[in-house]
């Protein structure tokens, strides 16, 4: 989800603005390279134990910007990584990634349709849509929804494999159409930049690559928000399947 991101990207050295938008969109300093006072700690709580792999950095950001507590953001402080060196390596990791996060949704937020979406009139970049009632009675669940370049092309794309079921050529060409059309919005200029200009065919590879971890990564949250009885349609850490 957004979360995963360094949400202070676009920022300088120094504090990060919190968001009152919604949890989901809140800044945050990944715990794999953060300090955090022990005097904070004490104040707001410890881990949550449930996120076991992920997400508990999240939620312990989204606890200190309900108090005093402020993130500050120092980009001289890198840390460097050892990444997964196999696919199955990366796909089980980027799963892992969406598990937890379902959890920490439905802790910091009342039953309601969240809809976020992107929006130039927001400070971060991003809009929050609640919905609370529907036909004047509560919304019955927990719903989060990214509108992503990412799950819009593939709306297009389960419309399609639809098509083919019912042997639509109509519905068929149309969704195809409207995929392809998206595609190149989205990823074209990257395409144009890097395999027609600059001959690098790696990128190819690269983008689908993405493609797949982004899927795993959707996954990972959908399937462990309907265990706890929520739906979770996240963003990837990348927006677009273009890398």
Known sequence: MISNILLNKGYGKGYVPKSDDSAMIQPLFPTANAAIRKAALDEVGFFDTVCKTSGEDLDLCIRMAKTKWELFFEPSAIVNHKHRTTLF???KQWYGYGNYHPH???KHTPRCLEI???SRNSMRGWSVLRIYRILGLPFPFHFLFFVTPFH???????LSLLAILIKSHWLLMAGLGAWISCWLYFSGKAFFQN???KRNARWIIYSLLRYILNWAYVLGAFFAGLKIGIISLEVTREETPSG
């Open 89 to 91: 390596g990366l796909l």
């Open 104 to 106: 920490i949704f439905k």
């Open 116 to 118: 976020i979406y992107r």
């Open 152 to 158: 819009i092309l593939n709306v297009f794309l389960i």
């Open 195 to 197: 395999v027609i200009l």
